[in-house]
């Protein structure tokens, strides 16, 4: 893990490039919950009679969600973040503290480390780390056992594209 308690939050608006909708049955609450995992509330823009209709999350640059009141269909949704330099065992508490369902943080075979959350209407994150530690064995991994078309990462040992 990290030193780092929490990701500084962009507050700047910007096109976002990609981002997720949450449909949430309790807004506030919903709120609360994500910003145990380092979430801000960016913008509240209300609806009929004045109540919000659209709360906006930010948690670091282009990892923003947008969450609506209404009914919500658990597990439909499911999104990764990565964490940065965020220390993954204290947003696990923090979460476990606003009354979250929290997996983790656990190791992953492909060289992270993961916290997963729900939220009270089923919607899942992941935030994700790479292990800095064995970044050496992950590196041989990626060599040994990954194909495709993609380029590997600067300072590796294998080709610029593999098969």
């Known amino acids: 893990m990290t030193e780092k308690n929490g990701p500084a939050v962009d507050r700047s608006i910007y096109a976002m490039p ?13 709120e609360t919950l994500y910003a145990a995992a ?7 823009i209300p609806g009929p009679g004045g109540l919000p ?16 009141r209404g009914a919500a269909v658990r597990g439909t ?7 940065g ?11 476990r503290a ?5 997996t983790g943080p656990f190791d992953t075979p492909w060289f992270t480390t993961d916290v997963g959350f729900a939220d009270a209407d089923g919607n899942t994150v992941t ?3 790479p292990r800095m530690v064995d970044q050496a064995a992950a ?3 990626v060599n040994d056992r990954i194909t495709g078309e993609f380029e590997a990462p600067e300072g590796s040992a294998s080709g610029p594209t593999r098969d």
């Open 38 to 44: 380092g979430f801000v509330k960016l913008a509240t």
């Open 77 to 83: 949704v499911s999104v990764s973040f990565a964490a």
């Open 127 to 129: 935030l994700t780390a």
């Open 53 to 68: 209709a659209l709360v906006h999350l930010r948690r670091e640059r282009f990892q923003d969600i947008l969450m609506t």
């Open 85 to 95: 330099e965020t220390d993954l065992d204290d947003v696990a508490e923090r979460i």
């Open 18 to 30: 990609m981002f997720v909708n949450l449909v949430v049955s309790d807004l506030t609450a919903a």
């Open 139 to 141: 590196q041989a991994w």
């Open 98 to 102: 606003a009354g979250g369902d929290v």
